[in-house]
């Protein structure tokens, strides 16, 4: 590849001129093409976090609990009987808008490699959704290409894929949002690292062969996207679960021998990653001879071997005794496996191909002295609290056009192409609670999990959108009675070298720390994906709203308590938490009156640990049937919603408070749950004494229900209104 090595050259990878300056200042020369690469990749946004870096180390990521937290591939945390959960969420924004089934396979397999090679098993798959207005021409695409990538990859490899959520608005049209998670579970004191060790040990890359797809993956997904967007289809993996499920179980099989010394998948930057975060983790050198990489392309350049991001590939450092056990093991899975490499004492990272050098780079500067930025930031006001809007639809009205709107549809369009069952472990499947739950084989423990993130409010509010993604994510694993552990982020924003962007990125991480640190829920893993914004021929740019998304993890000590939202056929309903009516940047402002303006509901982080530790303590005991927390479209779209998963109606209660009614219906205060039961009477006294705020909201059963004022909605023709939207949008109505 007869490139000149200049300035111009770096900034096409990405580098700044002050960057490429740096670059000379290292290395004292004009760098060989392969080892710009290697800079540009491993100080791109999407390895380097520069210019997030210095705001992420002031969140909570410690607790009794925790095992390992950010700086592995995953995060660890200890679930008892000695065993670990271990879970991660990453992006795979921009692959899947220009390729939506590839970009989002890969997302789905990048997210397995990252969980089983920490010695876990992967249990469980999630995804958080975000598209563009479904009256955008590209949506319909977008959307089908996505839930076909997702489904396609989780089912071939035999992972359920258990929950998640979709959201639609017209920020996401140029740029979707695909944020995959996985968790998987391993023996506690079993738990593989990415650190090498021992100089000398061999190098080992094993699993699928190099070809070129996916170079320059990292760095396309730390710029903005531009209407020459799709021709940057090269930059997409092309993934195979059929070969990452053989991997998987080779990994697994190695690692329970006493073979591995350290283990990194090659995710984003490839080997160039893999290989020095591992030596530069480990304080050591890597000497690699790419003669010997298994490559499916014929002439392959140092460069395009050290950038590809080929799927279903690991590097590892391994005893030299053990070698040849590995590479039977890995034979016998027909997996490639190949000593690429060994360890050095020299803190650089060498490169050999064809009898040259192609690449020498000291480490430290490569890994520990990647640019960090303080970038500037611009807050901005947040706006007022909204003034009651007056009601122009009716309550019933209301309802009907909230149930079928884009953001609360049924999904089974979607999880009906996703296989939530396989491994027979799946006891809460999508659709049935508030967060899913998969029983720990072998035990009576369960895992509950969950993906939230409420976008519309941290636009308005990114603080209190930082707030909210967190709690919510906690009341959802509290709606099931499971404890909530920890969480993982997926931070989407716009270019941090908008001042305002950055100033939304650092009042959202603030919101996550405070919640974090208020409910005991450290962050133990995640990421960060910038520059999600389009720039159209005009020269106008659109970021998408600020979206962070939390996974979040529970555990039940006994999974025969957990409960879901479906009512009994008899029993009360009782609301818990405070109702203030307040409607800024709800649901109904946007679906029924055409608005998004005033102020995000607040978050009360005592209110949410009072409550929240009433409602489990409350399922624990079993006096609880059904729960479902009150977020999107309000209280009265909660009731709704419990009654189209159960087939059962409710009579409700007049607002007692003093609140208009379509605020009080539709308002989305937090902090609160519908609970059905039948010993309303101990659960209210209960309340009483807790100084938790409870009223009665209704009885249950019929086949509608009924609400003041003499209306009444069928909740068979409920469901149908619910279920139109995604056939509708896929042309399959």
Known sequence: MSLKVDGDLARSFGLTDDEYGKVLAIMGRTPSLTELGIFSVMWSEHCSYKSSRMHLRTLPTKAPWVIHGPGENAGVIDIGDGLAAVFKMESHNHPSFIEPYQGAATGVGGILRDVFTMGARPVANLNALRFGSPKNADTRRVVDGVVRGIGGYGNCIGVPTVGGEVNFHPSFNGNPLVNAMTVGIAQKDRIFLSAAAGVGNPVVYVGSKTGRDGIHGATMSSAEFDEESSSKRPTVQVGDPFTEKLLVEACLELMATDAVISIQDMGAAGLTSSAVEMASKGEVGIDLDLDHVPQREANMLAYEMMLSESQERMLMVLRPDRTEVARKIFEKWELDFAIVGHLTDSGRITVRHNGRVEADIPLGPLADEAPVYDRPTVYEEPPALLTAPSDPAGIEGALRTLIASPDLASRAWIWNQYDSSVGGQTLKHPGAADAAIIRVEGTKRGLAMTTDCTPRYGQADPYVGGLQAVVEAWRNLTATGAKPLAMTDNLNFGSPENPRIMGQFVRVIKGL?????ALDFPIVSGN?????????????????????????????????????????????????????GELGQSLWLREVCGREEGAPPRVDLAAEKRNGDFIREHIQKGVVAACHDVSDGGLLVAVAEMAMVSGVGCRLEANPSGVSPHAYWFGEDQARYVVATTQADHLLKAAEDAGVPVRRLGQIGGEQIHIPVGMQLDVKELRELNSAFFPDLMGEG
């Open 513 to 517: 720390g405070d919640a974090g640190r």
């Open 528 to 580: 960060v994906s910038l520059y999600n914004e389009t720039r159209s021929d005009t020269g106008l740019t659109t970021a998408i709203q600020p979206s962070p998304v939390i996974g979040g993890v529970g555990v039940l000590d006994d999974i025969a308590t957990a409960v879901g939202m479906a009512m009994p056929e008899q029993g009360e309903l009782l609301l818990i938490g405070e109702t203030w």
